[in-house]
Nanobody, 115 residues
């Protein structure tokens, strides 16, 4: 069973930055895509950013130009660099990994943007 462990969340002031990490328990070469989702209180989980194994990326309109997804294959880790954070970015952020017939989720990490 694949395990995804997120880290890097916390409390940050508006305009600040955070980098989230998602460490996989096995090689990430086998996933056709890895991504980050978020869920704010009372809202549905939404896609934030996705990175395919071909290197293609896709971002939610609300984070374009502020967030960057990347991967380190040697460390089996995917990152989400978040800059210019806004209060509306407050949510639990989840890592996701997909391969044929299977989808995996991490336990989530809280990001709170507040002064």
């Amino acid at each position: 069973q694949v395990q995804l462990v997120e880290s890097g969340g916390g409390l940050v002031q508006p305009g600040g930055s955070l980098r989230l990490s998602c460490a996989a328990s096995e090689s990430i070469f086998g996933f056709y895509a890895m991504g980050w989702y978020r869920q704010a209180p009372g809202k549905q989980r939404e896609l934030v950013a996705v990175l395919t194994n071909h290197g293609s990326t896709n971002y939610a309109d609300s984070v374009k130009g502020r967030f960057t997804i990347s991967r380190d294959n040697a460390k089996n880790t995917v990152y989400l660099q978040m800059n210019s954070l806004k209060p509306e970015d407050t949510a639990v952020y989840y890592c996701n990994a997909g391969r044929p017939m299977s989808t995996y989720w991490g336990q989530g990490t809280q990001v709170t943007v507040s002064s």
